[in-house]
């Protein structure tokens, strides 16, 4: 096996790069995949509650960079999915503890095992962003719908682009299907204007993540929420495969339906 | 000294100066490399400028020697450089190119006018992102987007074909005659000479337009053939 490094990063704080991490981990795992997480938030570190296994670290990523550990010994099993691994940050240092190479090292050592590696880049454009993308072989950047997490996002694509890890893929996380139709939220294509690079996934906002945050499993677990249906997609296009995009619309209840049925070319 | 006359070391106000000296790129490297290590103790956490002086030097060479300088506990802030190819890729890499922090007023001979506005022009053939920066003492040509939060100062014309959303500076050192073009012009801020504008809410559909001074007014006007 030779694992591909694909690092999940942002600029902007709070748009969903962990839950981004947590699901796609989740969504490759069930699939068959060999995957390990890494958390490169160091001092900020959450990829562990979002997955649930905050109570099982005994080592972290630093503890493995400075030898303290071996590599091994790092590797926390998913309870759900054997496939799954995490490997944590560490809370108590920050970022300077590891450096980018460090990250090249690591990720070498993991390919051989693994047939991903996810990285969870901490926000911000500083040591801790380079650490994460020094390793990836793909960049996936997430984004939300709203003018100060795209134009993060572009600054991101810059500098992805200026560090030769280019051409980056994009997410755009926690549409609101019904604010779109008002105009009163940036449409997809709004944002592609602006970013111009290859869209490979688009989650509508979903209760059901936040739930399931706090709950410590992934909502691509779940079946029913369409969240989760979303980031399974990311996953299948991530593997090569062509899937088609979800069509994001509000849950309009009974009377939309029927509405619709009436007039199918309304809006 | 003498034993490293490849790198010169020297304290400055923002931390420490690098000057490296002529030979191939490999051997300087290795130097500097050699030398950092030597005083691995001494140098500890500080803060970099690097003097490259005529050397040119790519994204990848820059970064690749970023990291090492950073696997040393070393941060790299900025490069000077006499080539302006090793500038940009500085400046893309997010580093400074200039010690002194050039932000006094928005006034001319800020750009050093070896170049007569008008002589040279510089094309640009890529979407300038968020946080890029060109500055140029003639004119500026870009063949693509400037998106929000990326900046052109020149000191000539600048001439965008594409989108121009980010900030634009014509006429840096005071040249009232500058314009600006662009097939989309909807900066968040454009400024010629000493005069700055900010663009109204745009009605209807896009098309190109021209900046330029009238009667002492930024004014834009459709970017049109012009009629005989």
Redesign the interface.
Known sequence: MTGKVVTVTSGKGGVGKTTATANLAAALASDGQRVVCIDADIGLRNLDVVLGLENRIVYDLVDVVEGRCRLRQALIRDKRLPELFLIPAAQTRDKSAVSPSDMVRLCDDLRPEMDWILIDSPAGIERGFRNAIAPADIVVVITNPEVSAVRDADRIIGLIEAEEKGPARLVINRIKPGMVKRGEMLSVEDVLELLAVELIGMVPEDEAVITSTNRGMPVSLDGKSKAGQAFRNIALRLKGEKVPFLVIEEETGFFGRLARLIRPGGA | MDAHPKVQIKGIREGLLITLGEGTWVEVHQALLDQVDQQAEFLRGARLALDVGNHVLK??DL?QLR??L??R?L?LWAVISNSPTTEQTAQ???LATRLAKPRPELTAARLETTIQAGEQAMLVHR??????SIKFPGHVVVIG?I???AEIIAGGDVVVWGRL?GMVHAGADGNELAVVCALDLSPTQLRIANQIAITPQRRGKAQPEMVRIQNGQVQAVPWEPKKK
């Open positions: 994204a990848a970064g990291n090492q950073s696997d506990d941060s893309i890499l997010g979407t300038l992102r968020s946080g890029f987007d998106n929000p939060g959303r």
